[in-house]
């Protein structure tokens, strides 16, 4: 049964989408009474994209731990297996299912335009964490937090860019390791590394996807390796990718490192990744921040106490690298500090 929640916020939307006439539609709409029950439990349907990366176990782990029975919540988990069709089926059962509130952490950008409209017109407040989504109509959903991927992208660039001048690299050529096609973190980080090629000239020698996976990593490592000789740089976007690729690299009789023959990039910051940044095995490892779980229930209970939200919220995220041979980078006139990576920091680390 649902418990009565009536937000400010709901209401607002309700009257927005009435305004544009594609509010619900006449009788077959529930009526606000309906959302109505005695239990203070809170039903949240969070359709999670998969368990492809250490990244998304913690992710998911956040979401778990944070949306508990003991914290108030009755949370309907469904992992996707990376495909946008079950979180499509995912999202059409939580309407059925009535929930007070849909969390999707969406695979792609694109496709969501239907069966968000379905969540409207059926009341359910819709929040978007991690990746983004790409709608025609951004009242779709309530709101959205996550990472800004391209920073990101920009940032690790930049950290490159210095590196290579501070250690007189001629050539920089690239082996890029994209994750998962048409996911937000796979278009920002790969246009942060397009453009800076495009500026540096550095050459992209070789580009394929790795779906955020250490297996997929590790083969499409192997495949680029028998290629190209010259590979110097691999950008994983990534920690599962770059322990694939770094298994190929070895495996091939390369070496990794500061001193090898490759410097592998990544992304995530895990706690696996942080110690192959203690060695050099991964040279720059740019955060993507995981722990979602706290934020999406601190916009919840905005929503519950009628307050307003912010529609889109970036998380803060740090850069670590194995030296300090670049103590910071400067993106659209900001800067942002690079962290020499520590056990210390890695013994703090949450996931
Ligand atoms: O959308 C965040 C990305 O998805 C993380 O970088 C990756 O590990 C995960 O699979």
Redesign the pocket.
């Given at each position: 049964m649902k418990r009565k929640v009536i937000t400010a916020l709901l209401a607002a939307t309700m009257v927005a989408s009435l305004a544009v006439g594609c509010g619900n539609k006449g009788g077959d709409s529930k009526s606000d009474s309906s959302k109505s029950s005695s239990s203070d439990e809170i039903t949240i349907g969070f359709s999670q994209?998969g368990a492809?990366?250490?990244?998304?176990t913690a992710n998911s782990e956040s979401m778990k731990s944070t949306f508990s029975e003991k914290n108030g919540y009755k949370l309907i988990f469904d992992d996707a297996q990376q495909k946008q069709e079950n979180q499509i089926t995912a999202i059409r059962n939580f309407i059925q299912q009535d929930v007070d509130y849909i969390v999707l952490a969406p695979v792609t950008e694109t496709g969501w335009d239907t069966v968000l409209k379905e969540a409207k017109d059926a009341d359910i407040p819709v929040i978007i964490v991690?990746?983004m989504i790409d709608v025609s109509d951004d009242s779709l959903y309530t709101a959205w937090v996550g990472?800004n991927f391209k920073m990101e992208g920009q940032k690790a660039c930049e950290w490159l860019k210095a590196y290579a001048d501070a250690k007189g690299m001629k050539d920089v050529n690239i082996a890029h390791i994209q994750?998962t096609i048409g996911?937000?973190?796979q278009i920002g980080r790969t246009e942060g590394l397009e453009a800076a090629a495009k500026e540096y000239g550095w050459n992209i020698v070789a580009q394929q996807t790795g779906e955020?996976t250490q297996a997929k990593g590790q083969e499409v490592m192997e495949s680029m390796l028998k290629q190209h000789d010259n590979i110097n740089v691999v950008y994983c976007?990534?920690?599962?990718e770059a322990f694939g690729a770094i298994d190929a690299i070895e495996a091939a009789g390369k070496t990794v490192g500061p001193d090898g023959d490759i410097l592998v990039m990544s992304?995530?910051t895990t706690n696996a990744g942080l110690t192959d940044t203690l060695s050099g095995k991964i040279i720059c490892d740019t955060e993507?921040n995981p722990l979602h779980g706290p934020r999406v229930e601190e916009i919840i209970k905005k929503l519950e106490d009628g307050k307003d939200v912010d529609k889109k919220a970036y998380v803060e995220e740090e850069m670590f690298a194995y030296d300090d041979t670049v103590k910071s980078v400067k993106v659209d006139d900001k800067d942002y500090a690079v962290t020499k990576i520590t056990q210390e920091i890695i013994d703090k680390r949450a996931y």
């Open positions: 994209v492809e990366s250490d990244w998304r991690d990746r990472s994750g996911a937000s973190a955020f976007e990534n920690d599962n992304f995530d993507c």
